[in-house]
C-alpha cells in the first residue's frame, strides 16, 4: 500500500461514516458510498456527534454509483450484512493490486463472503465495539466506546499473526483517535465477540429489552449464560478455546455499560432487515456442521427469522444508479 | 349433590362471568364473587355478548366478600392462577359435605392445590376451549368456542372413570347450553391441552404475534413442533401416551381458527400478571423431575418471566373485604 492511504466507505451509515469522517479529519483521502442519504451528504457533508468532540466536515468525496469511486488503498465494508449481495457488483472496481478490504460487520463469515469475490489475500476483519446511531441524514452520533480489534484472515480462517499492513491500518485509524487492537486469530476473535453478541443483540430484540434490564433479572441472566456456554462449545470445536472465566468477566463488564440499544435492536426499532443469518444463522449452522446441539441459539434464531419477516423491511436498495 | 344445584362462581371475568351467567339465564342458583366491577356488576348486573344470542342478567346475587357466599354444590374456580394464593382463604366456607370444586383454571397441577385445601375427593377439572374477553365493568365478549372438557381428580392424578356428580355438571351445562366432553383421565386432558397452550400462549407474547401468523412462517412452526414434541415426551414419561398424529392434527385444526388472542395474549396486552407458572413453569418442572431435558420451554419459561417482571402488574388483590 502507499504511504498516504487512500479509503472507500461502502455504507456511510453509523459505523462507516463515524470511522470514515474520522479519517478524514485527519487529513486522509477517504471516499464515501451513499444511498438514501446522497443528496444531504454530497450538499451539506457530514456531521459527528461525540464525547470525544463533535466536528462536521462540510465537503466529503460522496458518490451514489459505486463505479465512480476511485480504486483505494483500503475499501471498508460498512454495509449491513443484509446487503452483502451487493459486494459483486462493487468491490471489483475498488481493489487495486495491494489493496485490502477491511470488513467491519458483524457476524460469522463475513470476510469469507469477501475473499471469494477478491480474493482471500486481500480481506481483513475488523471487530468494532462502538455504540453509534444516525440520527438524521448525514448526522452520526458516537455514543461510547469505538475501539476496534483488527485481524487478517486467510483461507479456513487460519491464524495469519501481525502483519506490516495492519500495523499500517492501525496506524491510519490510531491517528484519527480511533483505538486499534491487533489479534493474531480472527475466527477467535469473532466468536469472542458473537458470545456476546447473539444473547444481547437477539434478546433486547425479542424481549424488548435494554442490555441492563436483561442482566438484572435472574431468569435472562441465567438464560443468557446458558447461550453463552453454546457458544463457547462451538467454537472449541473449531479449535478456538475461549477462557473459563471469559463469560463472567464479560458480564461484569456488559453489566457496568450504560444503556445502549444493540445494533440489532436499533435496526428492529427502526424496523430495518435484522442481521439474522450473520449473526445468529451462520454461528447455528457452523454448530450442526460440529455436531453440536445448541437449541437455545436455535429458537432464539427462529424468533428473530419471524419477527424479522413480519416487522421489518427488506428495503429494495439499488446502490448502483444508471 | 341436591337436585337444583347452586353455584359458585370465584372470578367473574371473561370465563366465570359468562358461563356462570349462562348457568343463571336457565335459572340455577348461582352467586358471583367479584372484585374490581362488583359495584357495578351489583347494580347493572352481567352483559353477555355472543354469536349464539346476547343476553343481559340485570340482576345477579354479587359479592365483594367471600364470607357472604352460601356453602354451594358447584364451586368454579374461575380466577387467573396467578391469584390463587387467595384459594386458602376463599374454599373452606363455600364448601359443604357434597359440594365438588371445579378448576377452570389453564395449566398443570391447579386441581392438587385445590384439592391440598378442601380434600381430593371435592375436585374436578375443567379444560375450557373458549375465546372470551371481558370488554368492560360487567360486559363480557364470547367470540367463539365454548365447550369444557371435564374429568374428576384424584390424589397423583390416578383415574378415575365418569362418575355421577361428571353427569350431574354436565347436564346443567347442557341445560346451559353449554357443550361438555366428559374425560376419564384428567392428567391427560391436561397434558393435552398444555400441549398446544404452551407454544401458541408463550410465542403470541414473546413475538407480539397472532396465531395464525405462527403457524404460516416456517421457523416458529418448526419451533412450535418442536415444543409440542417435547411436551408429548414429558406426558409419555407421566403414563400418558398421546397419538403420533396428535400434533399434526391439532395444528390443523388450529391454522383453520380465526384471529383470536390466547389468554395469556390478552393479559399481556393488558398488563396483567401472567399465568407462567401454571402454563409453564409447573410443565417444566415436571419435565425436570422426570429427568427430560425441555430446552425450548425452558427458554420460553424464562423469557415470560422476565416479561412478567418488566411489563406486566402484580395487582394487590383484596378479595376479602373488612
Chains 1, 2 share one sequence.
Not at 464479560?250 to 457496568?256: E, G, N, S, T
Amino acid at each position: 500500500m502507499s504511504e498516504n492511504r487512500s479509503y472507500a466507505i461502502l455504507g456511510t451509515g453509523a459505523l462507516g461514516g463515524f470511522y470514515g469522517a474520522r479519517l478524514q479529519q485527519v487529513g486522509l483521502d477517504v471516499h464515501f458510498l451513499l444511498r438514501s442519504d446522497y443528496e444531504y451528504v454530497k450538499k451539506h457533508g457530514l456531521f459527528i456527534e461525540s464525547p470525544d468532540g463533535s466536528f462536521r466536515l462540510s465537503h466529503v468525496n460522496a458518490y451514489r454509483n459505486v463505479l465512480d469511486v476511485p480504486p483505494c488503498d483500503v475499501v471498508v465494508v460498512a454495509l449491513k450484512t443484509t446487503q452483502n449481495n451487493l459486494l459483486r457488483q462493487m468491490l471489483p472496481s475498488l481493489v487495486k493490486d495491494n489493496s485490502v478490504v477491511l470488513v467491519l460487520q458483524n457476524g460469522l463469515g463475513v470476510e469469507e463472503d469477501v475473499a471469494a469475490i477478491v480474493g482471500s489475500n486481500r480481506v481483513m476483519g475488523g471487530l468494532c465495539f462502538t455504540c453509534n446511531d444516525k440520527v438524521a441524514p448525514g448526522h452520526i452520533r458516537h455514543l461510547r466506546y469505538g475501539v476496534i480489534t483488527l485481524a487478517e484472515y486467510a483461507c479456513n480462517y487460519l491464524t495469519c499473526g501481525i502483519t506490516e499492513r495492519m500495523l499500517q491500518v492501525k496506524s491510519d485509524f490510531e491517528s484519527a483517535g480511533v483505538l486499534i487492537q491487533l489479534a493474531e486469530d480472527l475466527l477467535l476473535a469473532r466468536w469472542k465477540k458473537l458470545i456476546c453478541n447473539i444473547p444481547f443483540n437477539g434478546l433486547t430484540v425479542v424481549l424488548n429489552a435494554t442490555i441492563k434490564d436483561l442482566i438484572s433479572d435472574v431468569h435472562t441472566r441465567a438464560l443468557i449464560e446458558q447461550m453463552m456456554q453454546e457458544m463457547v462449545a462451538v467454537a472449541a470445536a473449531y479449535g478456538r478455546a475461549i477462557a473459563d472465566d471469559y463469560i463472567e468477566k464479560r458480564l461484569k463488564f456488559i453489566a457496568k455499560m450504560g444503556p445502549y440499544r444493540t445494533s440489532t435492536k436499533i435496526d428492529f426499532d427502526q424496523r430495518r432487515s435484522l442481521e439474522v443469518e450473520a449473526i445468529f444463522g451462520k454461528p447455528l449452522r457452523a454448530a450442526q456442521q460440529a455436531g453440536l446441539d445448541t437449541p437455545q441459539l436455535a429458537m432464539l434464531y427462529r424468533q428473530l427469522k419471524f419477527l424479522d419477516t413480519y416487522y421489518c423491511t427488506n428495503q429494495a436498495i439499488a446502490v448502483l444508479s444508471h
